[in-house]
T-cell receptor, first 116, second 115 residues
Framework: GDSVTQMEGPVTLSEEAFLTINCTYTATGYPSLFWYVQYPGEGLQLLLKATKADDKGSNKGFEATYRKETTSFHLEKGSVQVSDSAVYFCALSDRRTQGGSEKLVFGKGTKLTVNP | DGGITQSPKYLFRKEGQNVTLSCEQNLNHDAMYWYRQDPGQGLRLIYYSQIVNDFQKGDIAEGYSVSREKKESFPLTVTSAQKNPTAFYLC??????????????FGAGSRLTVL
């Protein structure tokens, strides 16, 4: 079945450092890919998404490019802030193999801590 | 403002008791989902519903039950048959299979602790 593998954390960075969180996926179809962010004690919020190969999703300075050849969707940010401290989840959804539903398959999450 | 409301935020339960978690949405979404979150394991799908009066099991449905009598509501019951119910439970919704988008909106979660 479909699956998502993302780099294990925790990741600790200093403010203004460059961030990369790796994510690779396995899917039989042509999934849409997502990054969600979870701040402490809260639910998940959509950070960005890409629906087809070579699409780049971006939001709040974060970017990720859908790479079909490497089945990857790595999250990057050029200069992190303390407020970016959260848990980041990579996820995929493929309606064509999921009976039309939009249920997501998640990675295990990567906890990011940014120190001032 | 539209969104998803989960209640209660915190819940304590004795072993052997059933407990029901509420999830209400005013987004006019057709589809709703329940996920369970455990430290280091990400999110796992318990049940989902694509339309009123219909729902399907997810990957870890054993020990849980749901109902979808109204479009806005998708309550989750954690039964005494669930062997390890202590977890953070997240409800989500989406427009549904006939929409062009496939983005889930999440509630703030309910933390269940079994004493």
């Amino acid at each position: 079945g479909d699956s998502v593998t993302q780099m294990e954390g925790p990741v600790t960075l200093s403010e203004e450092a460059f961030l990369t969180i790796n994510c690779t996926y396995t899917a039989t179809g042509y999934p849409s890919l997502f990054w969600y962010v979870q701040y402490p004690g809260e639910g998940l919020q959509l950070l960005l998404k890409a629906t087809k190969a070579d699409d780049k999703g971006s939001n709040k300075g974060f970017e990720a490019t859908y790479r079909k050849e490497t089945t990857s969707f790595h999250l990057e940010k050029g200069s992190v802030q303390v407020s970016d401290s959260a848990v980041y989840f990579c996820a995929l959804s493929d309606r064509r193999t999921q009976g039309g539903s939009e249920k997501l398959v998640f990675g295990k999450g990567t906890k990011l801590t940014v120190n001032p | 403002d539209g969104g998803i409301t989960q209640s209660p935020k915190y819940l304590f339960r004795k072993e052997g008791q059933n407990v029901t978690l509420s999830c209400e949405q005013n987004l006019n979404h057709d589809a709703m989902y329940w996920y369970r979150q455990d430290p280091g394991q990400g999110l796992r799908l318990i049940y989902y519903s694509q339309i009123v009066n219909d729902f399907q099991k997810g990957d870890i449905a054993e020990g849980y039950s749901v109902s979808r009598e109204k479009k806005e509501s998708f309550p989750l019951t954690v039964t005494s048959a669930q062997k390890n119910p202590t977890a953070f439970y997240l409800c989500a919704s989406s427009l549904g299979r006939n929409s062009g988008a496939n983005v889930l909106t999440f509630g703030a979660g309910s933390r269940l602790t079994v004493l």
